[in-house]
């Protein structure tokens, strides 16, 4: 039997996602990317899988950590996202982080080395024709303006738009560690895998001060009035919630000890590895929209940071995502024309292991419809299915649709609660402590995804 290629729109994690599996079922595919022929405001390359705002998948804790978990159930899924991150990772603690210019190389020249993948480059600026058959649309935060015109014009829901963040990148030659030292909070990982810059009373708030007045870069006129993601807050929208917020957000001192002096710091800004080598390291929650020489003025006057050097300074880019709980069914397609799918962030989920999430379940329904067997969503007590369950409208009891709907990382409270309050311990019945309830759900989940995968195949 001769299968008409897929075409994929969209090179990012959950387009890759989605052609990888596609392909471990030999389903040719057509993956159709942009970039190489018109760029956009935040990537830098013209690779697949080009990670932008952040080099880390965050936490690898698969029994206490919702995205630990959802690592771990896109391994078992045969995730080209994992395995990429496996051989191009780099320090970070309990977090799961890379190379990011490997990670994008590794994604890349795997698929051009399979047999039944077809990269083109260019724009698709419009609905893909019927004769194209089913399609996946998995065109990111950064989707272009035309497409996302043609897709407004087909769904006739209003698309929402919100920023992300980039946060700046720092060279390690350039950071005074007669000031700064590596250690993770309460050590976890190897126990010393951020680079931490303390900071005094008196130097905190100045800082605070002094980002809360700095001029912003202009909003053009599309980007008015649109929200931020709390997951990517700029800081200083942050510092305008209340001069404590960053002090007890990413500028946290808990867990750190400075070996430079015995006055515990007010605060502690981190620096995470961000590429193998470890000479780049970006500040982790430092997103930003001041403008450059602001934020040189600014963070140069970091404890450790006077001589610093910037790869990169902070920014900002659009996001774009459509209103799924109405549009899209439990296998992502789009109720209203079933031969389109959408994947990743445009569909409601944050966070590039979410998109990647997504781009697998794309890809393995449709590869299931393709090959004319049956499959369900997966089990709503795993990572995956929270995530379907969220952005299709089922976690609102009875409604259709969300009209206030935004993205969401995963996260176990869109898991259900555990159906057992209490356990056996010393052949006793009692209350489950709030330290296993985590731990329980990641097992339930991957017992559910192994049930699963079996009635799958």
Known sequence: MTIKPIHIIGGGMAGTEAAWQLLKYDIPVILHEMRGVKGTNAHSTDGLAEMVCSNSFRSDDMENNAVGLLHEEMRRMGSIMMEAAEQTKVPAGSALAVDRDLF?????????????????????DTIPPSAWGNVIIATG???????????????????LQFFDAIAPIIYKESIDFSKAWFQSRYDKGDGADYINLPMTEEQYYTFIDEITDAEKSDYKD???????????MPIEVMAERGKETLAFGPMKPVGLTNPHS?????AVVQLRQDNKLGTLYNMVGFQTKMKYKFQKEIFKKIPGLENAEFARLGGLHRNTFINSPKLLDDQLRLKSRPRLRFAGQITGVEGYVESGAMGIMAGRFLAAETLGQEITSPPIVTGFGAL??????GHIEGVGQAKTFQPM??????????????????GKRVKIKRKFRKPIKAKRALDALAQWLEQSK
């Not at 996302?148 to 087909?154: C, N, S």
């Not at 599309?222 to 990517?232: A, L, M, R, S, Y």
């Not at 015995?262 to 007010?266: L, N, R, V």
């Open 104 to 124: 994008s190389e590794y994604i890349q020249d795997k698929l051009l080395a399979h047999p039944l993948f077809t990269l083109e480059r260019g724009e698709v």
């Open 141 to 159: 935060p950064l989707t272009s303006d035309a497409l996302a015109k043609a897709v407004l014009e087909i769904t006739g829901v209003d698309e």
């Open 222 to 232: 599309w980007e008015q009035d649109i929200p931020f993601f709390e997951g990517c």
């Open 262 to 266: 015995d006055e515990k710091p007010y």
């Open 388 to 393: 379907i369950n969220h952005i299709t409208g």
């Open 409 to 426: 990382n995963v996260n176990f409270g869109i898991m259900p609660p555990l159906e057992e309050k209490k356990h056996v311990v010393d």
